[in-house]
């Protein structure tokens, strides 16, 4: 339909014919299977929204900017190569997982609707806009050293999310009000850290080679969740 390729269906397309395009919209095709999107190298911007797709693989495609990808009920997406990425559109997913931390040229991110537990944005400084409200984040780390040039921060709908990593807790509390009630921000989340605040008990672990000192009321959860048995 758009001229880069002639009927009768086939499953092939001349690769001389799409290796060069620089934009590509797909939107709202019905689309199940992106196989073939790998050899579309020159893309910087790519718009594949409102389809079908299980699982979205963009790796290959290592120059894009702007990613329209929302609205495919996908589970997977795989973006680790993409280091031009400066938009991400990825709402209204199943994602459970996203990796950003290879994605330093991202400046916005919008993430909502899926089923995100985390979300490590403390590898990009560029990122000036976020909304991941509506997903299932336990942790949300955006220290990043550059959040003052931040102009919307959206986290709502995540009941379990209590505590958001920040440059600086004063400053993000006065500026990112669209957060939950329960939601705070702090310097030092503690993630992945288990709290043990008895001195005696915190003591006991690191006599037993689960923790280290000083004592911080804190020990590393993959230390102890494995354990089988503890005197």
């Given amino acids: 339909d758009l001229g880069y ?7 092939y397309v001349l690769t001389n014919n799409i290796n060069s395009l620089t934009s590509l919209d797909i939107s ?4 199940s299977d992106l196989t073939g999107i790998e050899d579309f190298v020159a893309l910087t911007f790519l718009q594949c929204n409102d389809n079908n797709l299980a699982s979205m693989n963009f790796s290959n495609n290592i120059v894009l900017e702007t990613l329209y990808c929302y609205g495919n009920n996908s589970t997977s997406l795989e973006i680790s190569n993409n ?3 400066k938009l991400l559109a990825c709402h209204t997913n199943n994602l459970t997982s996203i990796d950003i931390s290879g994605n330093t040229a991202l400046e916005s991110l919008s993430s909502f609707a899926n089923n995100l537990t985390s979300i490590d944005a403390s590898n990009n400084p560029l990122l000036y806009s ?3 409200i509506n997903n299932e984040l336990t942790s ?3 220290k990043n050293g550059n959040n003052t040039i931040i102009t919307s921060f959206r986290t709502t709908g995540n009941s379990n999310l209590n505590c958001i990593e920040v440059d600086d807790a004063a400053y993000s509390a006065t500026n990112w009000t669209d957060i939950d009630a329960q939601t705070s921000f702090s310097e030092d ?3 992945g850290e288990t709290y043990v605040p008895d001195d005696n008990f915190e003591q006991a672990l690191i006599d037993l080679g689960y923790d280290s000192g ?7 959860t993959n230390n102890i ?3 089988t048995s503890l005197d």
């Fill in 189 to 191: 989340c503690h993630y």
């Fill in 130 to 132: 976020l909304n991941c």
């Fill in 5 to 11: 390729d002639s009927g009768p269906l086939d499953d």
């Fill in 225 to 227: 969740n494995s354990l």
């Fill in 83 to 85: 280091t031009s990425l």
């Fill in 140 to 142: 949300l780390n955006f």
């Fill in 28 to 31: 709202s095709e019905n689309i």
């Fill in 214 to 220: 000083p004592l911080d009321d804190y020990v590393l």
